[in-house]
């Protein structure tokens, strides 16, 4: 059976660069035989078909003179966001992560907001699903250390790590999946990922740290609450093929 590299092999299909597919694999939008390809340069069937998923576009959900605050879509970094609206992130979601992402228009607001950070003033809610039935609420308080090389980071609990604090509660339970409502204070690394993983609840998608295979990791920045403010954000369509639908979601 002839093969062929897997960016070479899209690139035809869509007729677009090697550049461009290869960036488009990277992003974890291209799946083969539904599994999400991970390498470019696996070698594929010659034959071989591919799903693209597509990136949403980001919305904007409240703006003022000192904020911009973005419903970001799964696939999309937070820099990218930062440099297409020209303004500094205030805080970092990861790629597969969608929901509230906050970006500060000045220097003093910026502080301001940074000093509440610190004093853990910041109220981040989220909502993952899990898979596994999950019942009863669970205060996770374990250390986390991470390892950053080469662009990509690495987060692990240990002793030696920095304080970290996660509280998960039940929201939903549907078949053999739990939607969780996850409340944290500290921001580390990967902390919800690393988290619940660490008490045998790794989030779906995230197979970094042991979740089970999807077309994404199911992790989504639901609120955020700053100030006298809280920005929402409404759970996206994908995470109705678990039963959990948007629209029936109110935390």
């Known amino acids: 059976m002839k093969t062929q590299k897997a960016y070479k092999l899209l690139a035809v299909q869509e007729k677009i660069s090697n550049r461009a597919a290869k960036e ?58 930062s440099k297409s609206y020209g303004y500094e992130l205030l805080h970092r979601l990861d790629k597969e992560t969608s929901g509230v992402l906050m970006l500060v ?47 990509m980071a690495y987060s692990k609990v240990t002793p030696q790590g920095k304080e970290a604090h996660t509280l998960v509660e039940p929201f939903l339970v549907e078949g053999k999946h739990a939607l969780v409502k996850v409340t944290i204070k500290t921001g580390r690394t990967h902390q919800i990922r690393v988290h619940l993983s660490h008490a045998g609840f790794p989030i779906v998608g995230d197979s970094k740290y042991g979740g089970k295979s999807a077309d994404r990791i199911f992790l989504h920045a639901y609120s955020v609450n700053i100030f006298d403010y809280t920005f929402k954000s409404p759970l996206p369509q994908a995470f109705s093929g678990f039963g959990f639908y948007a629209k029936s979601i109110e935390v």
């Open 105 to 151: 228009k000045n220097e003093e607001y910026k502080k301001r907001a940074i000093e509440e950070f610190k004093k853990q003033r910041v109220q981040k809610v989220y909502l993952a699903v899990v898979g596994k039935r999950f019942v009863e609420p669970l205060e996770i308080n374990a250390p986390i250390a991470t390892t950053k090389t080469k662009g």
């Open 24 to 81: 488009l694999i990277d992003n974890g939008l291209v799946y083969f035989r539904g599994q999400k390809v991970t390498l470019a340069r696996e070698e594929l069937p010659v034959a071989a078909s591919f799903r693209i998923e597509k990136i949403q576009k980001p919305k904007i959900i409240y703006e003022d003179e000192n904020l911009l605050v973005l419903d970001k879509p799964a696939f999309m970094l937070s820099e990218q966001l």
